[in-house]
């Protein structure tokens, strides 16, 4: 999956006041679904949200649901706005950080100089 999924993804499209939570971004997330998947990558197609899954005795429900048509796998995104729980070095787990704000453009132009 490497070269499919990025390490890096921003969502400053959301347009989402700070503080927000995980829920306000899931449903941001959704009501820019196009927008969303333009930035996420080609070959994805949504298939739902709260996706139930259940691993023995155990129900989990998956935030967001997608299916890749090259890699011909699902794609689950769990959702965080805190630090990530998992860690990059668990295998067939990819983690990736999103931003919904660019960093100020006059920091940024400092830092070219």
Do not use: W
């Not at 959301?14 to 996420?40: Q, R, T, V």
């Not at 080609?42 to 997608?66: A, K, M, S, W």
């Not at 699902?74 to 668990?90: H, N, T």
Request: charged residues 30%.
């Amino acid at each position: 999956m490497a070269g499919v999924l990025r390490d890096m993804y921003m969502l400053e499209f959301l347009d989402l006041p700070e503080p927000y939570k995980e829920y306000d971004l899931k449903k941001a997330i959704l009501k820019n679904m196009k927008k969303f998947l333009l930035e996420f990558g080609r070959d994805f197609i949504f298939i739902d949200e709260e996706y139930h899954v259940q691993v023995g005795n155990n129900d989990y429900y998956v935030d967001l649901l997608f299916y890749h048509r090259e890699l011909q796998c699902l794609v689950a995104i769990d959702l965080k706005i805190d630090e990530y729980s998992l860690s990059r070095s668990l295998s067939q787990t990819m983690i990736a950080e999103y931003k919904t704000k660019l960093i100020d453009k006059s920091i940024l132009q400092r830092k070219l100089v």
